[in-house]
């Protein structure tokens, strides 16, 4: 059992990859409806719903495998290619 369900389709995910990449984004402004830029790029995994083919990222690391200031940012980014950047903070909402 994966631990996680698809509410709709009352399924249980199925795992889709293991070991991809996200990056994280930071607000560039006090206004989190302004620009946003790259923050941490985080290793996790990707499940998907069998059924409707919803997807998401779970299992993410301890800790980021790079951040924003870290001076190989840019190098790891490119060479992890992240599957998409969350721009969204924790209880904000778009």
């Known amino acids: 059992m994966s631990g996680l369900a698809c ?3 009352k399924v249980f995910l ?3 990859k293991s070991g991809t990449y ?3 984004g930071m607000p560039l402004t006090r206004e989190l409806d302004g620009p946003w830029g790259p923050y941490k790029l985080w290793s996790c995994d990707l499940a998907e719903c069998p059924k409707c083919g919803v997807e998401i990222i779970t299992g993410f ?3 980021p495998l790079a951040e924003h200031f870290h001076p ?9 290619q992240p599957i998409c950047r969350i721009d969204a903070c924790s209880g904000y909402k778009p």
Do not use: M, S
Not at 72 to 80: E, F, L, P, Q, S
């Open 14 to 16: 199925t795992p889709k």
């Open 22 to 24: 996200v990056e994280e």
């Open 7 to 9: 509410l709709k389709c």
């Open 61 to 63: 690391g301890y800790k």
């Open 72 to 80: 190989d940012y840019a190098d790891k980014a490119k060479r992890y």
